[in-house]
């Protein structure tokens, strides 16, 4: 490759060797050294796109590697928020030293390389991920997360089963964030270990305290918990210490795995919720359908619920396929004696047909929208008082 021509794509040297070479302004050509197996050349190109900073000339037979510049973003993109900034600042750094190297400096150069580097920072969402990731910690340690609950029906009777822990995050500027937006950089940070130990310690305190209001229910309480606390090997005791802690059986509680979440380390998923399920702790698998193709790895794990996805529970009306697949989960899940819970049910029409195919239980905006726990306790009176 020669400088100053086009080029969207760097190599890894396989074998051979090669040299590098600039050419300086007054003319001279200078070598910056050679590489040999195991470098990679023609980086920059990969980064901003510009014409080639060097010369890459072959000092014997070579074989290359091409990483595009396509492969290259997208693994950028998916890289950690941190990882990628560091990447980013360290690239423009190192052409802005190459591009000094050999360009006569001409005045404003530096604020130049300046602005190059404020607009990669501003473009990146690295920026903000960061300062949410650091308010999140700081949110969690000043007590500002709090939890809101989805009471989960039989759909036959319409009696209250149990209900699901949702966590919430009030921002004093932003207003409510999503967990969608926030759980995702909580498990970047692995700050999701403890505040998935806050949820269920929380969540089991207001069963609690659900229980000694309405002493002749018997409720459960459904938590949340996200691939990385399935990894640590101590998941399990921490479990049941916090559970026995809040005097409760372990039965009482249902651990949520999502189907994508359980396939992303399968086997140490596996022996934690073995554990767990031996221990007494229901487990659920949540958002059904959407997370992998294969029904084969529905064996592998200890299954006891199965959670519909709440994209089949809307589309299920218009849409008899979908009507079909909801049948064939429900079988499924009976075959496997598995419990089924449908979600998203925003509508009587949607209740009925999941009551023909002998759905057993649901949760959704028809039912009750996620409540806080005084919201909760008036709701349960109300609808106690009513039976
Ligand atoms: P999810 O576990 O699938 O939770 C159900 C989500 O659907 C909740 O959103 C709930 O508010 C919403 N929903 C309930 N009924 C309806 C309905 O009829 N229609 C529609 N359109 N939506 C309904 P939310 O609370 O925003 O939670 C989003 C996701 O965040 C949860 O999805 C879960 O994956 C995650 N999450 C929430 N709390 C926790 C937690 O404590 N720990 C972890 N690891 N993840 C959590
Ligand atoms: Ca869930
Ligand atoms: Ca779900």
Known sequence: MRQEDPGDCAYIIESGQVEILIEKDNGLVQSLGTRSAGSLIGEMALID???R??????LEDCNLLEISAQDFNRRLTQSDPVVRLMME???????????????????????????????????????????????LREAFFNGELFLNYQPIFDIETNKT???????????????????????PLAEESRLILEISRWVLQSACKTLNEIRSTFPNEDFFMSVNFSSLDLADSSFDGHFMRIVKEENLEPSQIHLEITESLLIDEPDKARTTLEKCQRNGISIS??????????????????????????SFIGTMMEDTTVAEIVRSIVNLAHNMNAKIIAEGIETKEQQNILSE??????????YSKPLNKEDLLSFLADKIQNR
């Open 49 to 51: 796109q510009k014409p």
């Open 53 to 58: 900073t060097a010369t890459i000339k072959a």
């Open 161 to 183: 089963l149990g209900f699901e822990a949702l966590i919430r995050w009030k921002h004093p500027e932003k207003g409510f964030i999503s967990p969608q937006e926030f759980i």
């Open 357 to 366: 195919l002998k759905c057993q239980a649901g949760q959704g905006y028809y």
């Open 285 to 310: 698998i949540d958002d059904f359908g959407t997370g992998y193709s294969s029904l084969s790895y529905l064996h592998y794990f200890p299954i006891n619920i199965i959670k519909i996805d709440r």
């Open 89 to 135: 600042v360290i690239i423009t750094r190192y052409r802005d030293m190459l591009k000094k190297a050999h360009i006569v400096t001409p005045s404003g150069k530096f604020n130049k390389s300046e602005a190059l580097e404020k607009s990669f920072l501003e473009k990146s969402h690295a920026v903000d991920s960061i300062r949410m990731e650091k308010e």
